[in-house]
């Protein structure tokens, strides 16, 4: 679509929007009257930053259903995230939420070259979570053969690899590796693979060397968040030059954390999003907490959907040592990007003396010889971090089989959370 076409096209769904919100009467609607906005005749696209944000706290606020734009009765399907600290946010669903989501996975999909042809091996969990069951009913829209594998029991998902001869996996990235990892000790053939479409955490660029490496196939990162619909809302190409977002859906801004005011283009910033065309849940400027830069521009590919970055950190993942502000996956980069240590690793920081934090980087070596001085230096250089770096015996880090990762753990008091650590 020519980038006229769709501002225009835009633009009438935010109409529709505003009117659906004010309509609704909740607390979205509400602010807009406060903002003095009557209706979404108002409103141009060039306005949307001048609009009020909506924030996940509103979600728990209202939690379950008072964020309605329709009544009850027309809900079909509800989802969530349990957030990996926190109250569970729930969003709600009706029938063409529903389809809306299925044809964005459809498009994620096949942004990673999946056809009708395709088998599709989804081991994103299926329940709460939106990633398993999203992507499913993506790969059926696409009229591709989901083979419906959910996380966990990674011995019959590599029997199944190599059984049904998938052309795409669906996965989160650090369980993408430990597939990876299974299929070669046992030794089966997954060379039918060509793509995956990994996402739900961060992940580097280096994470996608190593996962490049224990794998046949491109390996393309999806983003979503079960606010805005879940997994479809931005997914990179074959050409892997940022995630192509669904603008035609999912209006995307960035803006400064600190102020609230509109990010400079290609300047990273939080992700700020609106669904002009979600009906049980629209969200007006929903405020991710997530930190990613924006690119307008032709890709390659011909899609002209901005493209934003691999997303940096959420603002509230952000660690702070010694006064150094650090998201971990720059951690990830300069502990892969080493080639030193495998691509399993744990922060772990240290809050038994509330007055001296550190942080203990927990990680595996690679082959023989100690990687440990060269790691606390390359930290120090890349980030100005000041960590302790720990190489524990191969096998020490726990590997992911079901959910996210848990990549950054807290010592507060007694026996130390990994082995070898004291
Ligand atoms: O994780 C939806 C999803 C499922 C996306 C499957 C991709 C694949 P939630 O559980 O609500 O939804 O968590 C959303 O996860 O705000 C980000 O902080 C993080 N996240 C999701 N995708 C990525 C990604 C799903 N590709 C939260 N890179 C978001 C980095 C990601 N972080």
Known sequence: MSLDERAA???????????????????????????????????????????PFTVKQDLWDNYPFGMLAVPQEQVVAVHGSSGTRGRPTLVAYTRADLDLWAAMCARSLSCAGATADSIVHNAYGYGLFTGGIGIHQGAVALGATVVPMSGGMTERQVRMLADLRPDILTCTPAYALRLGEAAAEAGVDITSLRAGVFGAEPWSEELRAAIEKVLPIKAIDIYGLSEIIGPGVATECLEQNGLH??????????????????ADEGMPGELVFTTPTKQALPLLRYRTGDIASLTRGECPCGRTLVRMS??????????????????????????????????????????????????IVACEALGPGDPQARLVADLRADLGLHADVRVLPAGTIPRVEIGKAVRVVTWERGEPPLPGLA
Request: aromatic share 4%; proline share 4%; glycine share 10%.
């Open 9 to 51: 096209l835009q633009r009438h769904r935010l109409w529709g929007l505003v009117d659906r919100l004010i309509a609704a009467g909740g607390v979205q609607g509400d602010r807009l009257k406060d903002a003095g906005v009557t209706g979404g005749a108002d409103i141009h696209l060039a306005d949307l930053h001048r609009l």
């Open 245 to 262: 977002v669904n603008e035609d859906h999912f209006i995307v801004e960035t803006i400064d954390p600190e102020t609230g005011a509109p």
């Open 310 to 359: 691999k997303i940096r950190g959420r603002a509230d993942d952000m660690l702070v040592i010694r006064g150094v502000n650090v998201y971990p996956s720059e951690v990830e980069r300069v502990l892969l990007g080493s080639g030193l240590v495998a691509p399993h690793y744990q922060l772990v920081v240290d809050r038994r003396q509330e007055a001296a934090v550190r942080l």
